[in-house]
């Protein structure tokens, strides 16, 4: 890809407005715009959010839009096709997101969570005639999409829209070669297109950013003097072709962090990615609970409980020892649907269980783990 691709001169960190810090339930806009003029003052400028982060667009609008001149900064909304009744959901969520953001164009405009089901809907409403007609008329300046299906759906996409100019995709370490994420070849399909891209989900939801995990430790006695979640940026940075990583920062000591290592940014060398790999296999060795997501118990659950959903959340507490991220996630997660606090113990998931797995006692433990933390991590 040539050095002078759509987005090579924006700054490599883009702040994801999911996570901003809370007071009271809601955003706490004085915190928030405190932590955008951190951000601005290191010459960063790319801003990600979503009609379907509840309360995001209007913060970016009073945070950023109504504080700063609009050259200054670039704006990346999302539609999300999966909640889409008619065709005539497109123009409404558009108009409704330039409303909240303030704004009569947005730089980036995206198809949240292009996959399976979400590309069945795009086919079916014609999104894509729609996203290119917001781009000739100039209210979306670049179109694009967030992905999470296959490599083989994304090369078809691709292939049969060419007209999309960013791909956002889940890269990190971790899921590099992952054979259910397959960041790896989503990447190489995306690079094979000439696509330009967003890195979401650098450190996974903020699992590779630190903790108490035995990875974690394993990389600051390989480099004392550095964070755990510079390994993670500068492993998705030292890639070709990219705009930017988003990091969906919750404190200015965040932006500091990362800010640091933006600056005079160097590649990983053959020795570091060494040291990265041996993180992974850390990572791998820790025991868990042997879900493989076959979601034979779903069905048979009365409460309706997305039982592997859950207990791919308690995995990640396990192994990684980020009660914040995995706090975050639950909370977020239990605003859509049924809690694991809800499961009466009658066992009924557990007889269509192949791996029998003692399902009950599982997700009552990590109910009683997110319990403990209610209110610490998330408000």
């Not at 691709?158 to 995709?169: A, C, G, R, S």
């Not at 006695?221 to 990091?247: H, M, Q």
């Not at 933006?262 to 990983?268: G, M, Q, S, V, Y």
């Not at 977020?332 to 066992?347: G, Q, T």
Request: glycine share 6%; proline share 5%.
């Amino acid at each position: 890809m040539p050095e002078d691709y759509l987005g090579a001169n924006i700054k490599k960190l883009g702040f994801g407005y999911m996570r901003l810090p809370r007071k009271g339930g809601k955003f706490d806009t004085d915190s928030v715009n405190v932590m955008v003029d951190e951000f601005m003052s290191h010459g960063f400028s790319y801003y990600d959010t979503s009609i379907i982060y509840e309360g995001s667009e209007e913060t970016l609008r009073e945070s950023v839009v109504k504080r700063y001149p609009r050259d200054k900064f670039q704006i990346s909304t999302k539609m999300s096709l999966l909640s889409a009744k008619s065709p005539d959901a497109h123009e409404e969520m558009l108009n409704t997101s330039l409303t909240r953001l303030g704004v009569d164009f947005v730089d980036f405009y995206l198809i949240h969570a292009l996959g399976d089901r979400s590309i069945a809907v795009a086919n079916e409403f014609d999104t894509w005639a729609f996203m290119r007609g917001i781009k000739e008329k100039g209210i979306a300046k670049n179109i694009g999409f967030s992905f999470h299906g296959t490599p083989e759906e994304l090369d078809d996409v691709l292939t049969n829209h060419p007209e999309f100019d960013i791909v956002q995709l889940q890269l990190n370490y971790l899921d590099w070669d992952d054979p259910t994420v397959q960041s790896r070849r989503c990447y190489e399909i995306a690079r094979s297109h000439n696509k330009p891209i967003v890195v979401m989900e650098p450190t996974k939801g903020g699992l590779l950013a630190g903790g108490d995990s035995e990875a974690a430790e394993f990389l600051r006695k390989a480099n004392p003097e550095v964070s755990v979640a510079s390994w993670a940026f500068r492993y998705v940075l030292s890639l070709d072709g990219i705009v930017t990583a988003l990091s969906g920062m919750e404190s200015i000591d965040h932006i500091r962090d990362n800010a640091k290592t933006l600056k005079d940014f160097k590649p990983l060398t053959d020795e570091e990615r060494e040291i990265i790999s041996q993180a992974v296999e850390i990572i791998k060795s820790i025991p868990r609970v042997p879900c493989t997501s076959c979601r034979y118990c779903v069905p048979h659950c009365p409460k309706e409980i997305q039982i592997p959903i859950f207990i791919g959340m308690y995995n990640n507490l396990l192994v990684h020892k980020q009660k914040s991220s995995t706090g975050y996630s639950f909370e977020s997660m239990a605003r859509f649907m049924k809690s694991p606090k809800e499961c009466i113990n009658c066992k009924e998931c557990e007889k269509h269980c192949p791996q029998h797995i003692d399902i009950s006692g599982t997700l009552e433990k990590f109910a009683e783990e997110m319990e403990e933390i209610k209110g610490k991590y998330v408000s």
